[in-house]
């Protein structure tokens, strides 16, 4: 009997999502869109008890391409960097500290509902558990699988966003519930 290799089984999935993403923008190829980069500025709040008790909030910044495929949708690269200080309630011993960074890379497709948007994303992101014990700091970091969904505002040059995003598996995955506001500048491709 044959059997499918697991580094095989864990790419199925994205690979069926990311077919189905291109079979719905394929109508669209043929005309112009638009094309963008926006600057952001992200805050986020994490939804699981894991992360939640110890690193409940956090902000950070990203950058957005946006490639016009049609004239309601555009392929979407997100790089971003999360900062997740430790909750102030764990009292740490004297000259120790505890810190969470997130570098999420997702691509996306953004359907455009003028002025409302949508966009699945699938990706994936950085964990940095950082710590610090003088003198010395080392850290930890692991790479996991993300997707996010994101359904936003545009209003003139401004984009507002509300944004779930889940990478990790159970138990230790972390689901965050991100706010987006950014700068959109048009690029004359």
């Known amino acids: 009997m044959f059997r499918i290799p697991f580094y095989l089984k864990t790419m199925i999935r994205p690979f069926i999502i990311a077919s189905f993403l291109f079979l719905l923008s394929w109508k669209s190829v043929a005309q112009e869109g638009v094309h963008?980069?926006?600057?952001?500025?992200?805050?986020?709040?994490?939804?699981?008890?894991?992360?939640?008790t110890q690193f409940p909030a956090g902000f950070?910044?990203?950058?957005?391409?946006?490639?016009?495929?049609?004239?309601?949708?555009?392929?979407?690269?997100?790089?971003s960097y999360l900062y997740f200080p430790l909750d102030p309630a764990f009292i740490l011993p004297t000259g120790e500290?505890?810190?969470?960074?997130?570098?999420p890379v997702l691509a996306g497709y953004r359907l455009n509902f003028k002025p409302f948007f949508f966009e699945p994303q699938l990706g994936a992101t950085l964990f940095i558990n950082q710590y610090k014990?003088?003198?010395?700091?080392?850290?930890?970091?692991?790479?996991?699988?993300?997707?996010?969904?994101?359904?936003?505002?545009?209003?003139?040059?401004?984009?507002?966003?509300l944004r779930y995003q889940h990478a990790g598996p159970s138990p230790f995955q972390l689901g965050l519930l991100g706010l987006r506001a950014a700068y959109i500048l048009p690029l004359g491709l």
Do not use: C, R, W
């Open 97 to 103: 500290n505890l810190s969470l960074h997130l570098l």
């Open 133 to 161: 014990n003088q003198p010395n700091t080392y850290s930890e970091s692991n790479m996991e699988f993300t997707f996010a969904a994101e359904l936003g505002y545009l209003l003139n040059s401004v984009e507002l966003s």
């Open 36 to 52: 963008q980069i926006n600057f952001g500025f992200d805050a986020g709040i994490t939804l699981n008890e894991y992360y939640q």
């Open 60 to 79: 950070g910044a990203s950058v957005k391409g946006l490639y016009g495929v049609g004239y309601n949708a555009q392929l979407a690269l997100t790089a």
